[in-house]
């Protein structure tokens, strides 16, 4: 347990995961934060009395604590972010994200430098600088896009994602001195821009909540099941999982040996530090209520900066390193004691068991049903494979334990992460039924190459103890998608959905990475005479048809109605065959059918949007005149006509709640449909590799911007415009 | 004043039990002793530290279980004798480890407990007491539950035998030893033919039956000598309590409560005094089997008449595992008094006086103590290293040959020995859950747990683990399948159920230690019918004389023996020995209070409970058995009308509470974001009391669901007995208690109970 260099009261509840710290005057940290009440809160130990000619503007400081000032934002504020977003001037900006706005506000000055409506929210900011762009930018993530402002409120940067976006990071990813942004997001993905271009991604078991740069190209993530961790490149160094869930990660050298820790804030009020290349574990402290955030600031003037920790309820504590190195020696002897000792055990016990199972096996044991006891040569196989399902499951696909002699399986442990719905699927049948083999369905919900790992509790019939067998199996990337026999009839109608492109490779390296993708009874064997290929899925989930075929001059087909499914096929495959560039031809008619339907609706809902902005300020006018009215027969006073004028301002208030209501409904639907469209661009994206991918994202969005309906077809269709 | 102890861990033994470590005597004060450990496996050892190493004495050979530990020596001697019982024998060693006693007891049940007064032997098995002078048979006593300890008071000072019963049924039976010698004689005397005095006789040996709410677990003479008149000793109770009674001859013994527990579901399993910062006074050591251990001030420790003062609590201390034994005295360093503490895996550390970090170290600005506890330290790590470095080595070569085995041999069993799993399944009164604690030996890898019931399995706050609830498919008939990964060094793992009374099965746990070859031990637990009722004593079950009983009366070809057993499958905490003689057994609801009274003998049972519910499952449960068993049952029920709404008055204080909780919580966050000058003073309370009003929601969650469902379940079977099916009437039911205004609240519910709905009466 760490003592804190010092210790605060905020007396303000704070929203969790929204805190910055901020040089506002350019030299003295301020700690930021966002309260339950849509205020941001900016707490200013060493501001400078007699300055109250900031009195004026946005910011009120506080009457009860005179370090204190409160910036009403009168909105949930979802996002907050300090850093030096003007190129010019030498003070952080303090940039605040709601769910339709962003505002950019220059907190020494109290005054603001833009405010922009984003109408897909403002999940997640950063500020800094982008390689490509000479400006720093606030990146700002919302549904599936991200934006980049500059200091006058330009957006230059503007890209889509998978979905929403929930965590972003700037790290300097290739190590070539400019930053690199990293974006996680609600489809579990981890995907690295370089400037416009993607150059990672990675899927992970969660959604990335946070990200935080560690030094070089590592990073630290956070995911919502309770995994933090870190990634060096995309390359998982070291991760663990706790059953609380990371509201903060922060990096700083805690315990002052010039190597940053990883210091996480968890949701039960726990902050810890791990080193960055082990994980273990150097420092702890407890709070009583959830922390809020991490920060980490010169509050002591003393030079160096402190990890500030503040918890929901307003608690603040600092710490440095200076007080961790002797406290932890005298323990960590202890501490090692104990585990040497541990470990003694452990070994001790295993030695018991092999002396035991020598002096049993020797024969003149009793046959004792308590202790576990199978046969030695007793091996667990096991199969998957695709079960078409019956009435009671769906099509899945199927595991099959069995063990080789009379053992049984008294149940079995799957655990596989973001397939079910916690980590760990049971099979446990009744006793009447157990047998040498199980069988555990499987539906994996997305398209991602799994790991599963098995746990499988075998013994002989009424034991009470059972040995386990542990093994790892691998589900291909594409499982959920049965191989439809040639002999079987093919529907006879063409596919309306496909996508075409040219590789310049040999079939036998496509049915190669048939193999290792799908999951199939037998290997297929390549055709040696050179004919082409065409083959048939049928999908599990939905029961679609998929078909890829391939001429043995290079042109490739796969036909789905599904985009997303065809996007993946298409990485997939690049990937296997290390493309760099690809450009394909798309028709997917439905989709684009949609897309039009959708831009038209954007027209009308913007139109009814700014007829009901009219009405409401209508509606305030009327309001405003009956109250002056009302208060007027007040003072005459003439008792009949104020209630009259009561009534009135009565029935104006309800149509006035009646029209937010609508004007709050339609802004849904435009979010949901805007969501709609940049889905709908990024699926057209990941149709294509490489500079095409870049380019499609770039094209839709100057053919969006000038509405042109026929142009942002033509790019979907053939990625160019 | 409170003080300030640190750890220091020792060595390393098998599984222990509790009661079996003791410090043995120093030559002089705060002179270092010599620790004395016999475990699981049959080992026992005495070392004493020296510089840090151990030092060992002795060690003896494997053999079977070490159960209990006690020193003795004839009387007026040092006690430095060690006597050790393992199954149904004695031993006893020289604290050089020279084997002077062999004595095999002859008794039937192996020896639970055992106690020894110079040269009088007391030893407890289940349920019966033996007496033994210099190993001659002097006398024994039947219980009618289960002994979980035993003491006799000093003999030195009472000039007698007076034996204490620490039983499971809640109560101290204080025993006459010298009448029990007596009465041994004359059966003798009388009938050499049939050696075992039948227990009606010899309970006129039986002084004095001392009742305490909840059940005693450990026992301790108070100041280490029983007072100064020998007559005060120390009891530690299932719930956590530590309590002082004096038991003096002639009048009823008076006794009082010591210590509470903060912590709810653990027992106590060791006591201790001792005097540790030198001050005069002795202080009261307590160790339970949820790993804390407490040290208390106790003023007029030995005085059971004493004012009720509640102890103060200098230090606490939480290991991750259960406290087997724990002893003042000196062991590390001399000069310095220590707690020193056995745990369930066999680690003995010490809780010490002396600072061992090292901010201490430099506080007192004496840099050598420091160097050399440094030093101390990495020479035992070096130790310590070396001997791991030559196990792992041994272990290497033993996993090479099993994996060889597996190999060759057609014939050839892989066999893996019984995992010791420490289980324990309690019942915690005032949350009216049950507290599930599992312990191993070795790190634990992961825990399954598997239900056929329904069952709420909560997370409890303190442990690490990460659990995972997976979906139960209904084919398999499973209820609720959770599985828990534990962390790195994890032994022990608490979990919390709720269950449904009315609702029985089994619970099963698979439990799987992080050993090489990997085993998982299943242990399977039931869930009783009437899962939420404890014994009562019947002064407290009935205190309220004019509760409206409901009956139930059987009667049919039954034994005593057989509805004992019917009962003990219905009901937790009943002791598998059926009694000797018809018997009436008082239970009250932990959730909402009622009680339920069981009368049975021969052929005729008669249950009586204020919970029409209660007496509906009952009935349910025992003609199913009875079934199950082919008898003919002759079954009566009279139900008492008002019964329905003394029960919900019963409850009504709770449902209030929750209903009123519940309502002021759905407030809350509205009202924070008003102005709050504006608000009247009721909704500035409920914002004063945010913390609390949040801080009670999640201590209890969905409690309010809960008595909800058993509201439902009494309305229903209040109405069944009258031929009534109200099942559509649960709606209003439910809404009047989440709607109608709290001041009223009741008169609405007595309503719905009142009057059968109109639309069923005809």
């Known amino acids: ?257 010039g190597v940053e820790e990883l210091v996480t804030g968890w949701s039960n009020g726990k902050v810890d530090a791990r080193n960055s290349r082990t994980g273990e574990v150097v420092f702890k402290d407890n709070f009583n209520n959830s922390v809020a955030g991490l920060a980490d600031g010169d509050y002591r003037l003393e030079g160096r900066s402190q990890l500030i920790c503040c918890s929901v309820d307003g608690e603040v504590r600092g710490y440095d390193s200076s007080r961790l190195g002797s406290l932890m020696e005298g323990n960590a002897h202890q501490d090692a004691v104990r585990d040497l000792l541990q470990k003694k055990q452990a070994l001790l016990m295993e030695l018991r068991n092999y002396e035991s199972n020598t002096r049993s096996s020797s024969g003149a044991a009793q046959t004792n049903m308590n202790a576990g006891m199978i046969p030695a040569k007793t091996s667990l196989q096991t199969t998957v494979s695709i079960n078409m399902g019956n009435k009671s499951k769906g099509p899945h696909v199927e595991l099959c334990l069995t063990t080789n002699n009379e053992t049984i399986i008294r149940a079995v442990l799957v655990f596989a992460e973001g397939i079910f719905a916690g980590e760990t699927h049971v099979v446990h049948p009744r006793d009447e039924e157990l047998t040498s083999s199980l069988k555990v369905a499987l539906f994996p919900p997305r398209d991602v190459p799994l790991d599963i790992h098995i746990k499988a509790l075998v013994g002989l019939p009424r034991t009470e103890q059972f040995h386990v067998f542990e093994l790892t199996r691998h589900l291909p990337r594409f499982s959920m998608y049965n191989l439809i026999s040639a002999s079987a009839p093919l529907p006879e109608e063409l596919p309306q959905n496909f996508v075409s492109f040219f590789i310049s490779e040999r079939i036998q390296r496509v049915v190669l990475w048939i193999n290792q993708n799908f999951l199939l009874s037998s290997e297929l064997e390549p055709e040696s005479g050179g004919g082409s290929l065409s083959l048939s899925f049928s999908a599990l989930r939905d029961g679609s048809l998929l078909s890829i075929s391939m001429h043995p001059a290079g042109r490739m087909a796969i036909a789905t109605s599904n985009m997303t499914l065809a996007g993946d096929l298409v990485q997939s495959l690049a990937s296997f065959l290390n493309l760099s560039n690809l450009q394909v031809t798309a028709e997917f008619p439905d989709e684009l059918a949609h897309l039009g339907e959708w831009l038209e609706k954007v027209a009308n809902l913007q139109e009814v949007r700014i007829q009901l902005g009219a009405d409401l300020a209508h509606r305030a006018g009327l309001i405003r005149n009956l109250i002056v009215r009302a208060e007027d027969a007040r003072l005459l006073p003439d008792l009949t006509s104020m209630r009259e004028w009561h009534t009135q301002l009565l029935e104006v208030n309800d149509d006035l709640i009646n029209s937010y209501n609508i004007r709050c409904s339609n802004h849904n639907e435009l979010l949901e449909i805007l969501k709609q469209i940049n889905l709908t661009i990024q699926k057209a994206a990941r149709l294509r590799v490489g500079q095409n991918k870049a380019d499609v994202v770039n094209l839709s969005r100057s053919a969006l911007q000038s509405n042109n309906l026929h142009s942002l077809l033509k790019i979907v269709r053939t990625g160019e415009a | ?292 251990l407490e040290v208390f001030a106790v003023e007029a420790m030995a005085d059971a008449a004493a004012a009720e003062d509640a102890a103060h609590r200098r230090f606490t201390y939480t290991c991750p595992e259960s406290v087997s034994t724990a002893r003042g005295g000196v062991l590390g360093t001399q000069g310095y008094d220590e707690v020193v503490v056995s745990t369930y895996t066999g680690l003995v550390f010490g809780l010490t006086t002396e600072r061992v970090d090292g901010v201490a170290a430099l506080a007192h600005d004496a840099q050598s103590v420091s160097m050399t506890v440094g030093q101390d330290t990495r020479r035992r790590l070096q130790a ?312 009670r929601h999640k201590r209890y969650p969905a409690y309010l669901d809960r008595l909800c469902g058993m509201l439902t379940d009494l309305y229903i079977d209040h109405f069944k007995f009258r031929g009534l099916n109200v099942k559509a009437r649960v709606p209003q039911l439910l809404d009047s208690v989440y709607k109608a205004p709290l001041d009223t609240l009741l008169d609405t519910l007595l309503q719905h109970f009142r009057e059968p709905p109109p639309d069923l009466r005809a």
Not at chain 2, 434 to 451: G, H, K, P, R
Request: some cysteine; glycine content about 8%.
């Open chain 1, 1 to 257: 347990m760490a003592v804190p260099v010092f210790t605060l009261q905020l007396n303000h509840k704070l929203l969790p995961g929204r805190v910055t710290i901020g040089k506002y005057d350019g030299s003295h940290s301020c700690l930021t934060a966002a309260t339950t009440a849509d205020k941001v809160l900016i707490h200013s130990p060493h501001r400078r009395l007699g300055t109250t000619s900031q009195m004026s503007g946005a910011a009120t400081w506080s009457q009860v604590n005179k370090e204190i000032s409160l910036l009403s934002v009168n909105r949930n504020v979802s996002a907050l972010c300090a850093g030096r977003l003007h190129p010019d001037l030498e003070q952080d900006i303090l940039v605040v994200g709601t769910p339709s706005s962003v505002l950019a506000y220059n907190v020494e000055n109290n005054k603001d430098l833009f405010y922009k409506e984003v109408a897909d929210g403002a999940n997640i900011i950063v500020v800094g600088h982008l390689s490509g762009y000479e400006n720093p930018l606030a990146l700002v993530g919302g549904n599936c896009s991200i934006q980049g402002f500059d200091y006058k409120g330009n957006d230059p940067y503007w890209t889509v994602s998978g979905d929403n976006v929930r965590s972003l990071a700037l790290l300097d990813y290739d190590l070539d001195g400019e930053n690199e942004l990293i974006v996680g997001s609600d489809d579990f993905d981890l995907r690295v821009f370089k400037e416009d271009v993607m150059v990672g991604e990675t899927s992970e078991t969660e959604v990335a909540t946070i990200l935080a740069p560690l030094r070089g190209s590592k990073m630290a993530y956070a995911l919502a099941n309770g995994t933090v961790g870190v990634y060096n490149k995309l390359h998982r160094v070291w991760r663990v999982k706790s059953k609380n869930r990371a509201v903060s990660v922060l990096s700083y050298d805690i315990d002052g040996d």
């Open chain 2, 1 to 292: 004043m409170d003080i300030e102890l640190s750890r220091i861990d020792y060595s390393l033994s098998g599984i222990t039990q509790p009661h079996t470590m003791e410090l043995l005597p120093a030559a002089g004060p705060r002179l270092a002793q010599k620790v004395v450990i016999g475990d699981q496996d049959g080992v026992l050892q005495s070392f004493s530290m020296k510089k840090g190493e151990q030092q060992m004495v002795f060690k003896t050979l494997p053999g079977p279980a070490i159960s209990r530990m006690c020193l003795g020596g004839a009387a007026g001697t040092v006690k430095d004798k060690i006597f050790i019982s393992k199954k149904g024998e004695v031993h006893g060693f020289t604290k050089k480890g020279k084997l002077f006693l062999s004595f095999d007891t002859c008794l039937a049940e192996s020896i639970k407990s055992m106690h020894i007064n110079g040269s009088t032997l007391l030893l407890c098995g289940n349920t019966v007491y033996n007496q033994f002078r210099d190993c001659e048979d002097t006398g024994s006593f039947l219980s009618s539950d289960g002994i979980t300890d035993v003491i006799s008071l000093p003999g030195e000072k009472t000039r007698s035998l007076v034996a204490v019963l620490a039983c499971a049924d809640g109560v101290l039976r204080v025993l006459d030893g010298a009448e029990l010698e007596s009465l041994n004689r004359q059966s003798r005397a009388s009938s050499r033919v049939s050696a075992t005095a039948p227990s009606s006789a010899t309970s006129s040996a039986l002084r004095h039956e001392v009742r305490i709410p909840g059940a005693p677990t450990a026992l301790h003479l108070a100041n280490n000598t029983g007072g100064e008149a020998g007559q005060s000793v120390l009891f530690g109770t299932d719930d956590g309590r530590v309590g002082v009674v004096s038991v003096t001859r002639n009048s009823p013994p008076v006794w009082r409560w010591l210590a509470g527990t903060e912590r709810a579901g653990a027992s106590v399993s060791t006591l201790h005094c001792h005097d540790l910062t030198g001050d005069g006074e002795l202080d009261l050591i307590v160790g339970r089997d949820d790993g804390s």
């Open chain 2, 384 to 695: 310590l290293r070396a001997e791991l470095d030559g196990l792992e080595e041994k272990v290497s070569a033993e996993r090479d040959r099993y994996l060889a085995a597996a190999e060759v041999g057609d014939n050839v069993l892989s066999v893996v020995p019984y995992l010791n799993i420490n289980h324990k399944m309690s019942l915690i009164r005032e949350e009216a859950a049950y507290l599930l604690t599992l312990e191993a030996a070795t790190a634990i890898d992961n825990v399954l747990v598997q239900s056929d019931v329904p069952v709420d399995i909560l997370d409890v706050d303190r442990n690490s683990a990460v659990v995972s609830f997976s979906d139960c498919d209904a084919e398999e008939g499973n209820k609720a399948l959770v599985t828990f990964r534990c962390q790195l060094n994890t032994t022990r793992l608490d979990l919390r159920l709720r269950t449904v009374e009315g609702q029985a099965g089994l619970l099963r746990v698979y439990v799987t230690p992080l050993v090489a070859p990997k085993c998982a031990a299943l242990r399977v637990l039931r869930v009783a019918p009437l899962s939420l009722h404890a014994r009562a004593h019947q002064a407290d079950a009935m205190a309220d004389a004019d509760r409206p009983f409901s009956v139930l009366t059987l009667r049919g070809a039954f034994s005593l023996a057989e509805m004992h057993a019917w009962l003990t499958a219905c009901l937790p905490d009943l002791s598998d020995k059926p009694p000797s003689e018809a018997t009436t057994l008082y239970f009250q609801s932990t959730l909402i209070g009622t009680v339920l009274v069981c009368s049975y003998g021969r052929g005729e049972a008669e249950f009586k409970s204020d919970n029409v519910s209660t007496i509906c499952i009952l009935k349910e449960c025992l003609s199913k058995l009875a079934t199950g068993r082919s008898t003919h049952l002759d079954i009566s029920c009279a139900v008492n009308p008002d019964s329905g709404a003394h029960a919900l008055r019963l409850m009504f204080p709770l449902l209030r509470e929750q209903a009123a909780l519940h309502r002021d919580l759905a407030l809350l966050d509205a009202l924070r974001d008003l102005d709050k000058d504006a608000l009247a003073a009721k909704f500035l309370a409920i914002l004063d009391n945010e913390a609390d009003i949040r801080d």
